[in-house]
């Protein structure tokens, strides 16, 4: 893993990097490594005194050396994150080219335009698109169709189609037009457009510090101040007892103590966080939305396609009395056999998968296809008979009989379920019918039980009558469900419980989802979906796959346990750093202090530099863990943080005891100290 | 170390305990105005001063109130100390008090200090005592409590903007809990043998043939709202080492739970008034934690008795008796020295400057651990809050969700504020000690070489700035630049807490109070208490640690190795 998320970096752009962010304003940024950077200096300039003085100044030169690599390291971590960013905007750029718009002088008159570069496009501009042109901006196509393909901006090859109105009216800058022709409006002033944003996200340029990441920030100057303090009086008291420690010693002393490890490695945290999101191909509008993604209490999903395969497929045959289960299979098999609808499909399946029936068209078969009139369809084989499916009513009709009571029984238990039944027939006499249903997606329910866990309540939101959705509601396993779900009961039940103070998630795609999705403290609109569902939304999924929104949550999740963990684990770290240091300044004013020195370190310069390059090679350490962040499992939080308390809590207290020591080893090893 | 003294020990945190659950439920009906018994008398005294109790004030206005109230108090007892010479209740005739001293012992009991720079019999008229140091003792320790009150409201409301009314909060802490537990109190010592009398101090005619003056005084009252109050500062200079103060075993049992019966109890009323009682639970439990650990460390430093006397051939059978009252023992001594600092009181029934140096070690490091463990009245609870505040949004974010305690997320501002909080009492301590330590004006009071000197200079401004108001000894305090220094240090140890504390109050009571579910941890049982616990080490601790070195830890090693200072 070390090895594989450095590569993707080059090293030499890695340490320019690292060297440019040297600059002491850019480090303003970042106070824990700005005082780290300033106290190097102070180091450096000791020991170039002491070198030209004649007095001995290796040790200085130890210390300043490692507590410069301190700052290279945590600049390194930074630019190695930002770097993989930079790598997906390089070619997202490529992407964007030179492009040139053919711009309408009028919306209606395809015939008369002119070259405008696409950078000098203005909003509301009305471009003509052509086969083998490039969309020049984020727009609204308000005319045509064609096949477009977005793979520059999702990855995904397979051309989609864009057409004016309804829910696929949006067009992405950058994209492909393959054929045909579309007339789009400019929905996004240049430099604004998706691209630019996406570009500027994964660069980490615009990348502004998140609520929580404030907040953190200031706990770690907070920690600085003390720990100055702290350092600082060590001079005044060690005077009182007649020692004086120097310089470069409480140089050291300071830079252990402060948070260098969280403060080196917070910024690649948040641009690793971005990038995981983009990786998965969902881009977020800020930094704020990915966080508030980890906060969500409330998740609204659709059912069609969300939650259900959003197509019906068999599921279930009941035989009419008399009649039975494999006779009726046989039935529905052979009146299936012409049917290439995936409903058709499905009951082919569920025959062969429940009685091991397989058929192949017989000769001399008849189609008899389905008619908006009959609204039946079948197969007439000769010397075996005329097999018919249909509405149950339609093939009643048809037949002129009434299905037997137990049937009709049947009929009326399979729709208050939510399904839809399906009647089949041999030369007129009813069989059985079929049940259709929409099929909940595999590992849905073990997925909402894992939500539950994490306290997230999955809301299903469905056009369906209320008996339907509930039935459907509780095979799926969510907490709730909105049935004959309008646009505005949607946004009313978003409203509603962000008035309980809960944070509500969702997904949508259509135009009139605009106004839930900018509700919602997320919104995940889908790359297919229409330019208004893209603008109120606050990520996009390039994959239009709603679904995504419970990874959306996991990974904002793991971004603020990342943090938190980190954080715990560096602040954990000071009290080994204190069992080095401290003995090893006092020691020679009180000899017994040794007895403090419980990790037996050689001798005191070799005590002080062992914690002071611990303290600098933990960044380095701590760099894949923060670019690929601190495993997620969703086993509710009271397991969750007993586990990471253990883990980086106590560990964060013992590790640095083991590392110090085997540094130490190492440095009498070598004979440096 | 005797299973008596563990017996003693045991004894009183038992008693705590126990009472912690009435004193807890009384408290929260104090607070939440469900105890009215003496309304006409509340009324009379809201007439008078034309206060609307009803009416809730921000935080703002909550600590304008309660500046204004201390401000008054700050300057009449001053006032009153200046001019004790000239005023009634004074037989022995004592002179007024000189400016430095004064404005350090009028800040010293505004802040709930009660550091003593002078001697009681010897400097203060019964008029200073009683209409001076007593009248501060409750009213510091109301405003702590009704600051307290103020905080645990904005964590049981939520979307609120108001945070109870002062003036209401502090009549009725004062009505309904400080003087009834201390007139009952009070006639407990009365009958343990301590004066309440206005006499004259008596000469008494010595076997030997000398005279002998004994201070006499309206002692035991004091003592009451002395311990129960956190305030500790003694009626006489010794304070409850003395025998007038502190008579018998069972006075002293008493006054080491009057030390943290409310404190304790302030935890278990946060937990009823947030709906809650296992919160109030997490939080006793900590405090208890600390006091126990801290009893066992300090017990088992100074019962061991000193090893260089034992070298010596010294028997040393009831452990490290210097500077101990006989009648109370080592045990005994050593819980109050805990729960005194553990608890910002400040009383003391023994010398800590004649501790062993892990056995003073111990106060030392938790008053510089924020007076948090169990505080001062009020105050322990509120910067205990903090230290929560501090903990849930560490280890929170380690649950993926913005940190949140009690449904209330921990956000920038909180943050910010804490660790103002939080920063305040280090800069303090370590600041001011570093420069004494330098400074030959301030040097000159210490007594001390070596590190044990410095632990009475940085015990001097860790009391100060704790507002603990014990002394380690062996310092000079009544010099002007010492009465200066402490006193700048109490009154920042104090309101410059006091305000963030507020302002947090403030901005968590506006916050919706948000359903728990099961992906906000849980904060309270065995996990909290531990994950609390370490974070009250490591941010409130850790950075003593070089003091600590060159004081304590340096003087006991040294000690080991048969040098002493």
Known sequence: MHTQTMAAVPLSRVVLDALRKLNPVTLLR??????????????????????????PWAFQAGIAVWLWLTVLFANAAEAVAEGRGRARAESLRRARGETRAKLLARPDDRALWHWRDAPELRENDVVLVEAGDLVPADGEVIQGIASVNEAAVTGESAPVIR?????????TGGTLVVSDWLVVRVTAAPGNSFLDRMIALVEGASRQKTPNEIALDILLAGLTIVFLVAVASVVGLASFNGVAPSVPVLAALLVTLIPTTIGGLLSAIGIAGMDRLVRFNVVATSGRAVEAAGDVDVLLLDKTGTITLGNRQAAGFFAAPGVAEAELAQAALLASLADETPEGRSILAYARERHGLTATRPEGATVVPFTAQTRLSGLDIPGQGSFRKGAVDSLSRALGIEPPAALKEAVERIARAGATPLAVSRDGRMLGVIE??????????????????????????????????????????VDDFIAEATPEDKLAYIRNAQKEGRLVAMAGDGTNDAPALAQADVGLAMQTGTQAAREAGNMVDLDSDPTKLIEVVEIGKQLLITRGALTTFSIANDVAKYFAILPAIFVAQYPGLAALNVMGLASPESAILSAVIFNALIIVALVPLALRGVRYAPVGAAALLRRNLLIYGLGGVA??????????????????? | ????????????????????????????????????????????????????????????????????????????????????GVLPFNPQGLDGVPPWLAFNTAISFVTNTNWQAYSGEAAMSYLSQMAGLAVQNFLSAATGIALAFAVIRAFARGGASDLGNFWADLTRVTLYLLLPLCLVFAAFMVAGGVPQSLSAYVTANTVEGGTQTIPMGPAAFQIAIKQLGTNGGGFFGVNSAHPFENPTPWTNFLQSWAIIALPMGLALTFGRMVGDRRQGWAIFAVMMLFVVAGTLATYAAEAGGNPLHLAQGVAQGLGNMEGKEVRFGTSASALWAVITTGASNGAVNAMHDSFMPLGGLVPLFLIQLGEVLPGGVGSGLYGMLVFVLLAVFVAGLMVGRTPEYLGKKVQAREVKLAMLAVLIVPLCILGFTAVAAVLPVALASVQDAGPHGLSELL???????????????????????????????MLLGRFAVIVPVLAIAGSI?????????????????????????????????????????????AEHFAMLAGQTF
């Open chain 1, 30 to 55: 970042n106070p824990v490594i700005f005082v780290t950077e300033v106290v190097s200096l102070l180091v450096t300039l000791l020991a170039a005194l002491a070198a030209w003085r004649g007095a």
């Open chain 1, 655 to 673: 590790a640095p005891f083991i590392g110090i020591k085997l540094i130490d080893l190492l440095l009498s090893v070598m004979g440096v100290f």
């Open chain 2, 509 to 553: 009571a506006a916050k919706p109070r948000l359903p728990q579910s099961a992906g906000s941890f849980p904060t309270h049982g065995p996990l909290f208490v531990g994950l609390l616990a370490g974070v009250i080490l490591i941010l409130g601790g850790l950075q003593f640690l070089p003091s600590l070195f060159l004081g304590p830890l």
């Open chain 2, 1 to 84: 170390m005797s299973w008596i003294g563990w017996a003693q020990i045991a004894l009183v945190l038992l008693a705590v305990t126990a009472t912690a659950v009435p004193l807890g439920g009384a408290m929260a009906a104090i607070a939440e105005g469900r105890w009215r018994v003496l309304a006409p008398v509340e009324n009379l005294l809201y007439r008078a001063a034309g206060i609307d109790p009803a009416r809730g004030m921000g935080w703002r206005a909550y600590v304008l109130a309660m500046l204004a109230v201390n401000l008054a108090g700050f300057l009449l007892l001053y006032a009153l100390l200046r001019l004790q």
């Open chain 2, 459 to 489: 015990y001097a401004y860790s009391s100060a700035a704790g507002n603990n108001g014990s002394a380690f000894g062996g310092l000079t305090a009544d010099t002007p630049w010492m009465n200066t220094t402490l006193g700048i240090v």
């Open chain 1, 436 to 477: 259709l249903k929409d099929i909940v997606k595999p590992g849905m329910r073990a997925r909402f039980d894992a939500l539950r866990r994490m306290g997230i309540r999955t809301v299903m939101v469905t056009g369906d009558n209320r008996l339907t959705a509930a039935a459907i509601a509780a095979e799926a396993g």
């Open chain 1, 163 to 171: 057409e004016s109105g309804g829910d696929r009216s949006a067009v």
